[in-house]
């Protein structure tokens, strides 16, 4: 049994993995600054933790003797735009309290994830490879960075098993991201089955990565298991498919006929202007084995369903 400390557990991606992880056999304890969904308690033993508080990342870590953490809160990047202040505590601060503490407790791995947003403008857009040019501009996209190369640096430095992968746009029905430049990819159907229609705010031909939330499930926790002698590298792209809020349009439209769409973009152009249009994964396919399932068609199909029937069940 490997006990896994998993902060950010309230967030879009924990709510779907830490169920999943429960699933394996694993042992969740489940942190975040606000209680869970109901229906989390029954995978995981839950602790209130704000990660920016070092002393309290570090008690709960020494207390529950963890075997690995996956640090999953932070401040996305339309956010962090916002109140970059606050992302640099979350995120960066964050991001040392809890390496410094595995460091102490002797924790054996730990999975932070990284993101499309640590590439900047300079990166090249198409097929972009696992290692090249990162200099992003937004704080959100920094602390990426910083993420990668402290959690590197802890592992040649002091041997511990850092992993993060860089995910793309993540769709998924159980939470809704919060504040990300990605996000009209998942109101659009929030919106499209409640009301009809939907302003988005990026410009309809804006080609973006993204993921359903089984891909991004299954790509962490491959790679949280993978064998560490497979590992070349530490940080990796993870692809699944690249879209425009145009073609997922139209996708929709086979479910919502009469689905109206506007366009108006906002200060979130700038920061996807930004991002690679589409990533090349094969260092994660060579050295873990990394292979999506969800194509566009297949994304809206599970996304238009799920949505569905959680937004019946609640009327
Ligand atoms: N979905 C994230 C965002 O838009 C990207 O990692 O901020």
């Given at each position: 049994m490997t006990r896994i400390l998993v902060t950010g557990s309230a967030g879009q991606i924990s709510t779907e993995l830490i169920p999943a992880l429960a699933e394996r056999g694993y042992e969740i304890i489940a942190t975040d600054i606000r209680p869970p969904p109901e229906d989390e308690l029954e995978f995981a033993e839950f602790q209130i933790l704000d990660v920016t508080d070092s002393q309290k990342v570090d008690s709960l870590i020494g207390k529950f003797s963890v075997d690995a953490i996956i640090h999953n809160a932070s401040i996305l990047s339309a956010k962090g735009e916002q109140d970059p202040l606050l992302a640099l505590n979350v995120n960066f601060r964050g991001l040392e309290n809890v390496l410094l503490a595995a460091k102490k407790h002797r924790v054996k791995k730990v999975l932070i994830p990284s993101s499309i947003a640590a590439f900047g403008p300079q990166t090249p857009k198409d097929h972009t490879p696992n290692d090249t040019i990162m200099r992003p501009t937004t704080?959100?996209?920094?602390?990426?960075?910083?993420?990668?190369?402290?959690?590197?640096?802890?592992?040649?430095?002091?041997?511990?098993?850092?992993?993060?992968?860089r995910y793309p746009g993540v769709i998924s029905a159980k939470t809704k991201p919060g504040g990300g430049t990605t996000d009209w990819a998942v109101e659009i159907f929030y919106e499209g089955i409640e009301t009809g229609s939907y302003t988005c705010f990026v410009k309809k031909d804006t080609i973006m990565p993204m993921m359903a939330m089984p891909d991004c499930i299954n790509a962490t926790i491959q790679l949280f298991e993978a064998p560490e002698e497979n590992l070349i590298h530490r940080s990796f792209n993870v692809a699944g498919v690249s879209f425009t809020p145009e073609m997922l349009e139209t996708e929709l439209k086979r479910h919502i006929p009469d689905l109206q769409v506007e366009y108006k973009p906002d200060f979130r152009q700038l920061i996807a202007d930004s991002w690679p249009r589409s990533i090349d994964d094969s260092v994660a396919r060579e050295e873990w084995g990394w292979k999506h399932e969800y194509d566009?068609?297949?994304?809206?199909?599970y996304m238009f369903s799920d949505l569905s029937m959680k937004l019946k069940s609640k009327v």
């Open positions: 704080i959100y996209g920094i602390s990426k960075v910083y993420v990668e190369l402290l959690g590197e640096y802890f592992h040649s430095k002091y041997g511990l098993d850092f992993r993060s992968l566009l068609p297949k994304l809206v199909d």
